[in-house]
């Protein structure tokens, strides 16, 4: 099981460039991120640095029927733990906390990784494995 810590803010919650507009929820990583959790591929802590009651907030709204771990970047930032994944609004290089990540994925390109990983597991499964039936054509 892969262990994911995913920001709240522009990650999984889009603010919008009016600020007259509301909220928008990246639906995309909120559906790949619950197939994961419901294949147990991924143990997920939701964080912001806006705090925990955020985290929890958002992570008790979006993943209802699961009881994920919660907090603030600043809080947890310093004891990642090891071969751990990010899903974040910034890269890996410019923000502090995220020096301890094994990688840091943008929203998109996790929900991308996902599909290709999921694509080769299934290759992996159903590819080569000699039972294919082949036709001969005399």
Do not use: C
């Not at 990583?29 to 925990?52: E, P």
């Not at 990688?103 to 991308?112: I, S, T």
């Amino acid at each position: 099981m892969q262990k994911i810590f995913v920001d709240v803010d522009d990650t999984l919650v889009l603010w919008p460039n009016n600020p007259t507009d509301e909220l928008e929820i990246n639906w995309k990583l909120v559906d790949t991120l619950t197939a994961g959790l419901l294949n147990r591929r991924y143990d997920i802590t939701v964080w912001s640095g806006t705090g925990s009651a955020w985290a929890k907030y958002w992570g008790e709204l979006l993943f209802p029927i699961f009881d994920l771990p919660y907090g603030s970047k600043e809080e947890l930032w310093k004891n990642i733990p090891d071969f751990t994944l990010a899903i974040d609004d910034r890269i890996q290089e410019q923000r502090e906390y995220l020096k301890n990540f094994e990688r840091v994925f943008l929203p998109d390109e996790f929900v991308k990784h996902s599909i290709t990983v999921n694509l080769l597991a299934q290759v992996a499964i159903l590819g080569d494995s000699g039972n294919e039936s082949t036709t001969t054509i005399n």
